[in-house]
């Protein structure tokens, strides 16, 4: 059973435009909700992570929007660069393992 | 400053073979994990250990087994390597929940 919904599953951004990711989540228990960033060949690494008692979470282009009555929570990549194409995961967790959304392809295209 | 190393990065065997992937974290973590990426399907936790001698299955655990002597280190074992074990495999570990440190990966592939 998949408790992290995402999507979409590609997304292709003209330079300069806004990224947006979304996920879903079933659980009431998650209490943090990180996003990860995969380049080719490599390993994901933590971009941004959001904890449920804050709204919205900002760090330079990367913005995570928080929704805990919908259980929603989005990406928006803003100004968006060819630097910025990988994959995206979304995940969540309440001091277990984390569990992953089947992520989301981005390609900024100039 | 190493961080989470894996080995091999890449490895090619026959149905049936055996084979160990290798695992080493310097952050002297408590919590370390296995996940294994397909296509489509995102990151699906293997197995986990949240300290030495202390294992504990994940989504996906059937095929392979763990083992957890040090804290540096937790290989995962493929006792009998079938096709659907065609992989990428990504060990991570973390200090705190949610801010896992991952490695480069393992590209497994089973013939």
């Known amino acids: 059973q998949q408790q992290v919904k995402q999507s979409p599953q590609s997304l292709i951004v003209q330079k300069g435009g806004i990224s947006i990711i979304n996920c879903a989540y079933e659980?009431?228990?998650?209490?943090?909700f990180p996003w990860y960033q995969q380049f080719p060949g490599k390993g994901p690494a933590l971009l941004i992570a959001i904890r449920p008692d804050v709204s919205e979470k900002k760090e330079g282009r990367f913005t995570i929007s928080f929704n805990k009555s919908a259980k929603q929570f989005s990406l928006h990549i803003m100004d968006s660069q060819p630097g910025d194409s990988a994959t995206y995961f979304c995940a969540a967790t309440y001091n277990t393992p984390l569990v992953f959304g089947k992520g989301t392809r981005l390609s900024v295209i100039a | 400053n190493a961080g989470v190393t894996q080995t091999p990065k890449f490895q090619v065997l026959k149905t049936g073979q055996s084979m160990t992937l290798q695992c080493a974290q310097d952050?002297?973590?408590?919590?370390m994990s296995w996940y294994r990426q397909d296509p489509g399907m995102g990151l699906r936790l293997i197995h986990y250990s949240v300290g030495a001698g202390i294992t504990d299955q994940g989504e996906v655990p059937n095929g392979y087994n763990v083992s957890r002597s040090t804290t540096e280190d937790f290989p995962l074992r493929l006792l009998s390597a079938a096709p659907s074990q065609t992989s990428v495999y990504f060990c991570?570990?973390?200090?705190?929940?949610?801010?896992?440190?991952f490695g480069e990966g393992s590209r497994l592939t089973v013939l």
């Open positions: 659980n009431t228990a998650f209490d943090y």
């Open positions: 952050m002297n973590h408590e919590y």
């Open positions: 991570a570990s973390r200090r705190l929940p949610g801010e896992l440190f």
